[in-house]
């Protein structure tokens, strides 16, 4: 795997992360036997010099390795005793790569090996899954759209990893938090039921309320017939609308697909959906318009749509994004004690050059 980096990309400070210091430096958050073993150190008056070395075994794009510094930062007994060496948000790492080392007194740190990895392990699984979709989605837009399916509290780190990856927007305030941006988003079904069920009419009081540079794009299923209310919202809002975003159910068949049916898959928003709504906006005169997809989109399907040239502008992402498909869990090992190598058994000291010492 060739390594890769986001060029530019400093490391958010560590006070945007709003640790709770006090408690992560306590033990609250730590796997009990990491502070029963910094407990019987200090005891036994014994100080260890140890060298921690974390990996993933598997390849990917790494993400949450700022928190995971600042957790280090913050929370350890003694900084200034410590040398800490890391890659940075959105380096492409290979299986078993060393991601990130801590050299110093092991009792200024053991409690806080269960914080670190899991902030990795979180961070790394959205930005490795948010970039493979971005890759297959380039050079089209990807809309990072998965806040509703996980934590709210979790909003910040997601939004962050998925824009290292390379995601355009994100749907929250929040999510945009720490690169100072803004969540985006599209006049929904909830708008278009507090209007009656009129989709035109809810986007006429979207444009004639919000900021003139806010994107309108209007989810056109509310009716099942978005070829239809695609032009509606056209003709009604004219440049003001950005795009339509198509979001059939996955156990719906939009109205104009059910005349072609027999040799597709007619549910949801497959292909054929998108070109009927493409020609349509097209014939009648509004080839600016953008399509967004979303609904059950995946790399899979992403793929699919990209090599059939299906004329998606954009694709909306949802759950797939922050699903637990691949094993992105971190390790971290001691393989050095007090200047001696010191690893169990099937684990090496595994240097890498890329690690950047951290100040």
């Known amino acids: 795997m060739k390594a890769g980096r986001p060029v ?49 075994r598997t390849e990917g794009w790494l993400g949450g390795i700022d928190e995971a510094v600042a957790i280090i930062e913050l929370a350890s007994e003694d900084r200034e005793a410590l040398t800490v060496r890391a890659l940075r948000e959105g380096d492409e790492i290979a299986p078993f790569e060393t991601v990130m080392t801590i050299e110093g007194p092991y009792d200024a740190f053991a409690q806080l090996e269960t914080l670190y990895l899991g902030s990795l392990a979180r961070a ?40 290292v990856a390379g995601a355009t927007a994100v749907s929250t305030d929040m999510q945009a938090n720490w690169w100072g941006g803004r969540g985006v988003g599209t006049i929904p079904h909830a708008a278009i039921a507090a209007y009656g069920g009129d989709t035109v009419l809810a986007a006429r009081k979207f444009a004639e309320h919000l900021p003139a540079d806010v994107r309108l794009v209007a989810l056109v299923d509310f009716d099942n017939d978005s070829v239809g209310t695609s032009l509606d919202v056209a003709r009604a809002l ?23 049916m027999g040799e597709f898959d007619p549910r949801g928003v497959n292909a054929r959906l998108v070109h009927n709504v493409r020609s349509a906006l097209d014939e009648a005169g509004f080839p600016d318009v953008r399509i967004i997809a979303s609904g059950g989109f995946n790399v899979e399907r992403i793929r699919r ?40 058994v099937g684990r090496v000291e595994r240097p890498n050059r890329r690690l950047e010492l951290v100040p």
């Open 8 to 56: 530019g990309r400093a490391r958010v400070h560590p006070a945007a992360f709003d640790l709770p210091v006090d408690a992560m430096r306590a033990g609250t958050y730590s796997d009990r036997y990491f502070v029963n073993t910094q407990r019987v150190l200090r005891a036994d008056g014994h100080s260890p010099n140890v060298l921690m070395q974390v990996f993933c």
């Open 124 to 163: 790394t699984r959205i930005t490795t899954q948010t970039r493979r979709v971005v890759e297959a989605a380039a050079p089209k837009e990807v809309l990072f759209f998965p806040a509703r399916h996980d934590h709210w509290n979790l909003q910040a780190r997601d939004g962050y990893a998925a824009h």
């Open 305 to 344: 749509f990209e090599r059939e040239q299906v004329p998606v502008d954009a694709y909306g992402i949802g759950s797939a994004l922050v699903a637990n498909r691949g094993d992105f869990d971190f390790t971290a090992d001691i393989v050095r004690t007090d200047g001696r190598p010191c690893a169990k």
């Open 238 to 260: 004219g440049p003001q609308l950005y795009g339509v975003r198509l979001d059939t159910s996955s156990d719906m068949v939009d109205k104009s697909v059910i005349p072609e």
